[in-house]
């Protein structure tokens, strides 16, 4: 089973800054099958990005993928305070299929 | 419009069976792998199982947790794949989501039923 370990657990930032946020896999995942999501409560996720870089239908250009191995990063470029909410990394090509365990972005 | 719509939650005691429904619509069902996903309460979310397409075989991998509890089988004919839950436990109250990952642009999700396990 591929492990997939999300970094920060939580990250306090102010709108209009830059967000990092991690995902470190166990062993080697193809990156035609790495998806970002975003979930606020009460919602079902959705899916930011995937093929590792490509953005989602909808998707402001702000966020941005990137990684390949076992290192990815989603990048959002100036926080919007839509933007704060909890981010799954996801990896469906080998199963079973794992997901990180989520980073908080939370408004400092 | 593509989207996958899931039904069939509820509450049920603890021992009880429930079977979920996923309908999809708006691309070639026959063709796709099919997943369900979970999410408990306050917690993150975990890849409950899947189905291949028959082309590909129609076998299905499921969770540990799950195995032996859960089926998942597909109605191409009706563009549906279900979820069927055995010998529930409390730890298995969650959102029940239906995704097709492995769509061209992305995994497609529904928007999930809630399962309940109370006595």
């Known amino acids: 089973e591929i492990v997939l370990t999300q970094s920060p657990g939580t990250l306090s930032l102010s709108p209009g800054e830059r967000a990092t946020l991690s995902c470190r896999a166990s062993?080697?995942?193809?990156?035609?099958?790495f998806a970002w999501y975003q979930q606020k409560p009460g919602q079902a996720p959705r899916l930011l990005i995937y093929?590792?870089?490509s953005r989602a239908t909808g998707i402001p250009d702000r966020f941005s993928g990137s990684g390949s191995g076992t290192d990815f990063t989603l990048t959002i470029s100036r926080l919007e305070p839509e933007d704060f909410a909890v981010y799954y990394c996801?990896?469906?090509?080998?199963?079973?299929?794992?997901f990180g365990q989520g980073t908080k972005l939370e408004i400092k | 419009e593509v989207q996958l719509v899931e039904s069939g939650g509820g509450l049920v005691k603890p021992g009880g069976s429930l079977r979920l429904s996923c309908v999809a619509s708006g691309f070639t069902f026959s063709d796709a792998w099919m997943s369900w996903v979970r999410q408990a309460p306050g917690k993150g979310l975990e890849w409950v199982g899947r189905i291949k397409s028959k082309t590909d075989g129609g076998t299905t991998d499921y969770a540990a947790p799950v195995q032996g509890r859960f089926t998942i089988s597909r109605d191409d004919s009706q563009n549906t794949v279900y979820l069927q839950m055995n010998s529930l436990k409390t730890e298995d109250t969650a959102v029940y989501y239906c995704?097709?990952?492995?769509?061209?642009?992305?995994?497609?999700w529904g928007q999930g039923t809630l399962v309940t396990v109370s006595s």
């Open positions: 995704s097709h990952p492995g769509r061209a642009a992305g995994p497609l």
């Open positions: 093929g590792a870089s």
């Open positions: 996801q990896q469906y090509g080998s199963s079973p299929y794992t």
């Open positions: 062993q080697s995942v193809s990156s035609s099958y």
